[in-house]
């Protein structure tokens, strides 16, 4: 029911999820009227998919405390529920960000030595991939917060990317060791003493897409403003790019001529592509989709949601944690 | 003698800049021999320039407070006290942040009403340009220094682009009220009380490109995130496009044809069109120019400075503050 467009979008996105994969079946938590209406009269895919009603719903402004409290049967509530219940093995979400993290602490709970969940999504690199956390459920962390995200990134990465010993870097506001906060200074004072970590320093903004680390560690309004801008920065460029071929009658010809070099390269560049974020400490999977994502980017958080339980993420990330 | 590149790049777009305004005068602070070395034997321009020397630089990563107490004769404190002593209109600096920011505040002095300088930058946006401030002059800021911001912001926007009553968005991890800390909250609260400030509530990272506001209120870290995450993306996307144009025969062969679009657009979109900050509140025009810029960009921080002073743009920041 989450996000901006609730059922139009997440119901589209799980049959096409259905479609690529034989072996997953759905349980669509919410307003079974509204997603009924959402559904094919006939599809061979039904047979895999069930409805778990519940009419109420944690609307996006809502307070994560009140959303735990007030909201026993919300879609939210259940869909995670299911997962404690281990009726589900991953719940994916594009409702409000912060119920979704208070409600799956509450009901899943974290991992030994993890305090609280954090954020963490692939963002597309020159060298591949990079992994970026905390996204936006930590907005005040302290040094040993942000060292916790070192060690489950670093875990995630190797899980997921098979890297054996990902690079880590801090993000601050300059790459020089006296920049920054006292905090974020004391973060990298205990980054740089663990033998557990591949620590390179400060990374700033513009080392995210560079690929000269694997993982990037933030606090989560720095790592929400970093992500939310360069989704801005894509559209505002693609913007440019169509105003750019549109300019004379030689650049509309160009632009025909263009047109398959510049689908693909909106095809790999389009921030939907990387939709689908993982709630990391937690035991249990839990994605997290943009609450404006379209089908393409839900499916793309459902696809995601799936890597993590093959991979057995979550047990995985909490070996590496205790045996540290 | 400050940023990545020092003479190499500050004399040239010195020289530039004379050439394109012939009332310009350039004072050179810095290393004599170094200067002189980028100067060409024989040129107009040269009876537009002098040079001021000192053999002191702070180093990009010296503490703040060190390169005010230590560097008295320094380049970036003669430059600075040049502009107090009224021999210049402005200076123009790719060094130091945080050093510049301490000099000139200590040497110029704030407005009354402003406690401390704000890093003050134009950003493109599809509705032309936007301001934004904070970008790393302030790392911890409280409501009213958010505040200070949002008055300042909005004087600059008057006076530099003739906005009648420019609207101001405060940068938040979400759009509902509910979001952020409540540091940011209160600032909300303060903003709204506020006859002086045409609030429109909380931004987001995504809604700095898209003009939907024309001064964006941020503390230094988020501002600083921010800038150098866009010009991390704009390098990768630029990056991307080349690759997508060189990946077959045809799609070199479409390259050629679109070189003149692409041309245009690479120009329009680079960051270094955007350089240079205007340190807002100090009794005296101060710009500072990224550390990596080139001369184009170096170029557009000096152009940046002169505008700032024909606009006579802190002495009317000051008296929008004082009449509120």
Known sequence: MGGDFGPRVTVPASLRALKENPSLYILLVGDQAQISACLPEHSAYLSRIEICHSDISVAMDENPKSALRHYK????????????DRKADACVSAGNT????????????????????????????????CLMLDLGANLACDEYDLFQFAMMGSAMAGVMQNKASPSVGLLNVGEE???????IRRAAALFSSSPHIEYKGFVEGSDIFTGDVDVIVCDGISG??????????VRFLFQQIRQAFNR???SRFISLLARPVLKRLRRSLNPEQYNGAVLLGLQGVVVKSHGAAEAEGFYRAIVHAQRAVKA?????VAEKIQAQ
């Open 224 to 233: 929400n403003t970093a992500l939310k801008t360069s989704e801005g920065v």
């Open 177 to 183: 060791e006296l920049k920054g906060t006292d905090q």
């Open 73 to 84: 049967g919300s879609s939210i509530h259940l869909a995670v529920q299911s997962v404690a």
């Open 98 to 129: 912060g119920a979704l993290a208070v409600i799956s602490r509450y009901l899943l709970k974290m991992y030994p030595g993890v305090s609280r969940p954090a954020i963490c999504t692939l963002l597309p690199s020159r060298a591949g991939e």
């Open 312 to 316: 057995d993420l979550c047990q995985k």
């Open 248 to 250: 004379s009658l030689y």
